[in-house]
């Protein structure tokens, strides 16, 4: 009893694992094909902690956003945003993540769902990479090259 206990704990584990890596090696793999659209239409330069982007010799900050695809995302602020799942709902504080002072271009991934955004107490529109608010503008990969050829250059 104990050994079948001890396998099916280590077959969790490998699954787990398994599922971690493979998470790691799509984001990446979004990353890099991100930064080679970029590096088309301007300079990118990565350190440790901030990707900056170069383009008409305006400087961006790059940044990346994970919801899942079928979530959805409310702007309620500039520092707060909700995360609308199946059957609940988080709000986010995003004073940290949004605290550089560079304008940003923020890389929302993999989510297809419409971005909304509320512009008073009772307003909400729909957004997309056209919308600059806040000092950002929220861009899905596919509307990236879209967003540097129309209206960065």
């Not at 995302?73 to 500039?78: C, D, G, H, M, R």
């Amino acid at each position: 009893m104990p050994e079948l206990i001890i396998g099916f704990s280590l077959i969790v584990v490998i699954i787990i694992c398994v599922w971690l890596y493979a998470s790691h090696k799509e984001s990446k793999s979004f990353k890099e094909q991100t930064f080679s659209i970029l590096n088309v239409y301007g300079d990118v330069i990565s350190n440790d902690k901030t990707t900056l982007f170069k383009i008409n010799n305006k400087t961006y900050e790059i940044m990346f956003f994970k919801i899942a695809k079928t979530h959805e995302l409310t702007i309620n602020s500039k520092y707060i945003w909700e995360v609308h799942m199946k059957g609940r709902s988080t709000l986010l504080n995003q004073m940290y993540f949004l605290k550089s002072e560079y304008p940003k271009i923020i890389i929302i991934y993999p989510m297809e769902t419409k971005i909304k955004r509320f512009i008073n107490e009772n307003e909400m529109v729909f957004i997309d990479y056209k919308d600059e608010f806040y000092n950002m503008r929220l861009v899905k990969l596919n509307e990236l090259e879209i967003l540097l050829n129309d209206y960065l250059k």
